[in-house]
């Protein structure tokens, strides 16, 4: 357990950063969001492009576990009516579900 949950540190880091960022009183945390939303649709794009050609990475992390971080960051978004970003991040959920599909097939 201990080692997939350090695979999955980070996504969770985030997801509490962007539960905080739905908190209008708290901009710090929504310039965060602000700048990490479009980094990571760059990458979910460019990994989505390259998955063929990179090697499978194993992960001891539930695939479940990112499934509900990422239903719990578009949730989120849309209780702070942050319209936008949750569109965003339903494109960044849905290009990791193709990138690991891509990945399986190849």
Known sequence: MGRWLKEALLDVVVTVVIVLAAIPALPWARWIVLVYTPLMLLL??????????LPRMRRSAPEAL?????????????????????????????????????????
């Not at 989120?76 to 193709?98: E, K, P």
């Open 44 to 53: 979910k794009l460019g990994a989505l492009l390259a998955a063929p050609h």
């Open 66 to 106: 990112f499934h509900v971080l990422y239903g719990i960051n578009v949730l989120a978004l849309l209780v702070g009516r942050w319209w936008w970003m949750a569109v965003a991040w339903v494109l960044i959920w849905g290009l990791s579900v193709a990138v690991e599909r891509r990945q399986r097939r190849g």
